[in-house]
């Protein structure tokens, strides 16, 4: 089979190009339904061999999962706190040293600073709003 050569996928039937690292061994196009028949028929095929068929079971394996659910009581019941994902944590800093401060606000090229205690209140005023000349 060539490199860009497509092929019927086994589940929808319908023309797709596998990827070239997996071409020797890609039946399924990449459409969600079609990756979990494809998963599920993977996994048959995998549970199907006889030395599979006991993976992970039998009371060894039990014995094994009692024990590690009494180390770890809750675990399952346990509620995660979803971070806010792409959110920066903004905390409020003081402004460095009064004595800076007056040295700017002195300047007749520099802009002034009035009544800023701290970042965020600085962020929370109007454009322009902070700055006076
Ligand atoms: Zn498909």
Redesign the pocket.
Known sequence: MGRGERRK??????L?RPDPRNRHHQY????P??RT?SKAASQARWLAQPENRDYFRGPVHVARVQAWRLRHPGYWHKRRDVDPALQDVLTAQPIGSADKTADIASSALQETLVGATCCSDWLNRPFGGTVTR
């Open positions: 996928c086994k589940c929808c039937r319908k797709f399924y196009c990449s459409a339904s079609c028949a």
